[in-house]
């Protein structure tokens, strides 16, 4: 039997009690994309928590402005309280952090502005049917507010290339308009030669977001942006595409453009046109190389089996090239991300919420349960990746940080063991 430190069941307990301060702590550190953030820290075993919490801390920003996009969907314009710049990639997206009913939680909510536009971002959030955070923000959010974000997170990204002749197709659904709008936006302000063709899927003309602002950029750069609206539930005069964005609608939407057999297709919306778009894409023999998907988990609808958290601490074994191997105990509902940065191993991260993998890790031995759903694909779960910010053990395990030859599949690896 494996001697469990007192130190660590006692941090663990004020883990607990403070675990609402993560969202209150105020830091006006930059956040670059793409960062990783390597700690290190040298406190007693009991300030465990409060260590936690200063890794964790989230950025503190001002509502600027607030626009009513359309009834359903606000567009809250963020600057940092420090005067600190935001530098994000055309496509990530924040950690939004939101204390309601005593509850901290958290929703990542893509940036929509032209990424070289520093000094503020702006995210937009469509009202959700029993969304707590989308319908608390479109209620209750006034300019002037403080908010609290992390990130940039994310690789749902278009970087611009200066002199680039391609073509991107952004295929959107709904809210999904959100990273589009920041791709199209910095994309066709630093590419003159890029083309952008952008099918976008609605209910009806009133649900259209960035309506104008999607006109502004169409009468500004002419052929380089082409867009095909299609609603579902149009209004009599309309002359536009009608339907779902169903996969054969998709096909149709594709067949009425000019779409150069080299381009980058992204899609973003609700997970049936998705599906459907992706499909419409294989159909015509799109690569997958070809084809990036962003989907936004919500936390509120993770599923986690009953008898997934061990009852008492487990050991965790953390294999870090260059840096040896590290063993931390991991306590019973803690994540391995949490019960790492808490023992003061580097690890990277970012969203915190499944929705980024800047985290991943391979899983070496035993067993751990993740929150789903979450951002990893099935051949990344197949080859034993897990996200550490997501992941509970069950077992004593051992994992492989990004860097270490063990984090590399093996050739013949099926998977996890």
Known sequence: MRFVPKAVVRSWEQLRRDATMVAGRVSGRRQPAFTSRHVAVHVRPDDAAERLTALLAPRTVRVAKLVRETADAVTLVLEDVTGAPFQFAPGQFFTLIVPIGGEVLRRAYSACTDARETDRVAITIKRVASGVVSNHVNDHVREGDLLQVLGPSGSFVAEPRAESDRHLVLLAGGSGITPMMAIARTVLAEDPRARITLVYGNRSHPDVIFKDAIDELGRAHGKNFVVRHVLSHPHAEWKGSVGMLEEHVVRAELDACAIDERASFYLCGPEPMMRASRAALVARGVAASQILEERF???????????????????????????????????????MLEAGLTSGVKMDYSCTMGGCAACKVRLCEGEVEMEEPNCLSAAERKQGYVLACVARVRSATTIALAGDPAFAPRVDDGGAS
């Not at 993770?302 to 061990?310: F, K, P, Q």
């Not at 965790?316 to 105990?329: D, H, K, Q, S």
């Open 297 to 335: 988990t919500m936390p509120h609808l993770r599923a986690r089996a009953a008898n997934a958290i061990a009852m008492s601490p487990q050991l965790l074994t953390i294999r870090a090239n260059g840096a040896g191997v590290r063993e931390v105990y991991v306590a019973p509902e803690q994540t």
